[in-house]
């Protein structure tokens, strides 16, 4: 027998799961609504996603060295002097990404179609195929041809309102809302972002997150994001960031608007049967950064690598239990990294007290090489005992300083 496997989704998750997949020889489709998609997304990425991914120097708008961070009452710390003169975060467009991911998947084999997924009809046993019925849009038109496509394995990676994830009855999660514009600024104003990204925290930006000032090929995404779901909110907390980068943002010229929702938490079920979900799909998004292009694209992988392994590259039908053991791996290896970001995203976001503290404590060195090695390595970094020691007792300063561990 030959594996055949459906991947529905081709963003950085849905694409990396499907190369993975194809390098290996197995019959893989990858399905994509909206071939030209542009997700609204800060669109940082960290060093290692560069290097694990193959991902080449035209893919990265700008490689970013400073970072501001900016407080509720304005106060500003420069970070990034902790950074080696090759390290840097990368920015992207996310058509740009997306794109070239997908098609790398294409070119190696996965069979691309352009279609939008309506249902998926489970089977009543372990061995019979899933079917998978969607509109095929391949000849231009929006309504589409109605199709189905049988397969033995099914990788959800079609977001936040994941069809499949519906499918399989995977339970429900929080969001939030990202809204982002995107602006082309003046020659002048562009050049002060030219290598240099901005975080704004306070309530007037969100109230329980932060905005951003992001710099892209030829303009800034300037975004922000809130759990509070509501269209009115939104529009305040977007007048917020822009009032708040007025001066930097001035003769500005707005080219497009965006907004998404965001996984706050994974699903109660992220593998039924012989279905697995990745990326925004499963809920793979950190909480504190919001960061979830690196993850998704790991998460596409891994699962992917577990079905190779299991199906002994194609020749067997994998288990559930077999497709769990994706799940095993992926909270092993990310499971910590999830839990502090949670927590740092409870004590500093929670008041305008502990957002100034938190900007306070981001001046610290330690601190900034601790935060950064992290990010951009994707590991919780062990830094030595005194270190430690000295960002713990800088955090619980800088927390009763700023009057932010009152109730």
Same mark, same amino acid.
């Given at each position: 027998?030959?594996?055949?496997?459906?991947?529905?989704?081709?963003?950085? $998750?849905?694409?990396?799961?499907?190369?993975?997949?194809?390098?290996?020889?197995?019959?893989?489709?990858?399905?994509?609504?909206?071939?030209?998609?542009?997700?609204?997304?800060?669109?940082?990425?960290?060093?290692?996603?560069?290097?694990?991914?193959?991902?080449?120097?035209?893919?990265?708008?700008?490689?970013?060295?400073?970072?501001?961070?900016?407080?509720?009452?304005?106060?500003?710390?420069?970070?990034?002097?902790?950074?080696?003169?090759?390290?840097?975060?990368?920015?992207?467009?996310?058509?740009?990404?997306?794109?070239?991911?997908?098609?790398?998947?294409?070119?190696?084999?996965?069979?691309?179609?352009?279609?939008?997924? =309506?249902?998926?009809?489970?089977?009543?046993?372990?061995?019979?195929?899933?079917?998978?019925?969607?509109?095929? =849009?391949?000849?231009?038109?929006?309504?589409?041809?109605?199709?189905?496509?049988?397969?033995?394995?099914?990788?959800?990676?079609?977001?936040?309102?994941?069809?499949?994830?519906?499918?399989?009855?995977?339970?429900?999660?929080?969001?939030?809302?990202?809204?982002?514009?995107?602006?082309?600024?003046?020659?002048?104003?562009?050049?002060?972002?030219?290598?240099?990204?901005?975080?704004?925290?306070?309530?007037?930006?969100?109230?329980?997150?932060?905005?951003?000032?992001?710099?892209?090929?030829?303009?800034?995404?300037?975004?922000?994001?809130?759990?509070?779901?509501?269209?009115?909110?939104?529009?305040?907390?977007?007048?917020?960031?822009?009032?708040?980068? $007025?001066?930097?943002?001035?003769?500005?010229?707005?080219?497009?608007?965006?907004?998404?929702?965001?996984?706050? =938490?994974?699903?109660?079920?992220?593998?039924?049967?012989?279905?697995?979900?990745?990326?925004?799909?499963?809920?793979?998004?950190?909480?504190?950064?919001?960061?979830?292009?690196?993850?998704?694209?790991?998460?596409?992988?891994?699962?992917?690598?577990?079905?190779?392994?299991?199906?002994?590259?194609?020749?067997?039908?994998?288990?559930?239990?077999?497709?769990?053991?994706?799940?095993?791996?992926?909270?092993?290896?990310?499971?910590?990294?999830?839990?502090?970001?949670?927590?740092?995203?409870?004590?500093?976001?929670?008041?305008?007290?502990?957002?100034?503290?938190?900007?306070?404590?981001?001046?610290?060195?330690?601190?900034?090489?601790?935060?950064?090695?992290?990010?951009?390595?994707?590991?919780?970094?062990?830094?030595?005992?005194?270190?430690?020691?000295?960002?713990?007792?800088?955090?619980?300063?800088?927390?009763?300083?700023?009057?932010?561990?009152?109730?």
């Amino acid at each position: 027998m030959t594996l055949r496997v459906a991947v529905v989704g081709s963003g950085p $998750a849905g694409s990396s799961a499907a190369e993975t997949l194809a390098k290996a020889g197995i019959e893989t489709y990858l399905i994509e609504r909206k071939l030209d998609n542009a997700k609204p997304c800060g669109g940082a990425i960290p060093l290692c996603m560069v290097s694990e991914f193959d991902l080449p120097p035209e893919i990265i708008d700008r490689q970013v060295r400073k970072m501001k961070m900016i407080s509720p009452s304005n106060v500003e710390v420069d970070i990034g002097s902790t950074l080696k003169e090759d390290e840097y975060i990368g920015m992207c467009r996310r058509e740009v990404l997306d794109g070239f991911l997908r098609d790398r998947a294409s070119k190696l084999g996965a069979m691309l179609i352009n279609g939008t997924v =309506h249902t998926l009809d489970l089977p009543s046993n372990s061995t019979d195929p899933y079917t998978i019925h969607y509109a095929d =849009h391949s000849d231009g038109n929006l309504e589409g041809t109605a199709k189905t496509l049988q397969v033995d394995l099914v990788i959800g990676a079609d977001g936040a309102n994941s069809r499949v994830a519906k499918a399989i009855d995977a339970g429900d999660y929080n969001y939030a809302i990202a809204f982002q514009e995107r602006i082309r600024l003046p020659e002048d104003k562009m050049r002060y972002y030219e290598d240099r990204a901005e975080m704004y925290v306070g309530t007037d930006v969100s109230p329980d997150f932060y905005a951003w000032v992001f710099p892209k090929y030829d303009h800034v995404a300037v975004g922000t994001g809130t759990m509070k779901v509501n269209k009115a909110i939104i529009k305040d907390l977007q007048a917020g960031i822009r009032a708040r980068a $007025a001066r930097k943002l001035e003769g500005g010229t707005i080219i497009k608007v965006e907004a998404h929702p965001i996984p706050e =938490h994974p699903r109660p079920r992220r593998v039924v049967g012989r279905v697995a979900l990745v990326g925004d799909a499963a809920g793979y998004v950190t909480k504190s950064s919001g960061e979830g292009i690196y993850f998704a694209a790991k998460s596409g992988r891994m699962c992917a690598e577990t079905i190779v392994e299991f199906s002994r590259q194609g020749q067997r039908i994998p288990s559930e239990d077999d497709l769990k053991v994706y799940l095993k791996r992926w909270d092993k290896k990310y499971g910590t990294t999830y839990k502090v970001l949670d927590l740092l995203q409870t004590v500093f976001y929670r008041s305008d007290a502990a957002r100034e503290a938190f900007v306070e404590m981001c001046a610290d060195r330690d601190v900034q090489k601790l935060t950064f090695d992290s990010y951009l390595y994707k590991t919780v970094v062990p830094a030595n005992p005194i270190v430690q020691l000295k960002i713990t007792a800088k955090t619980i300063g800088s927390l009763l300083r700023g009057h932010a561990l009152a109730p």
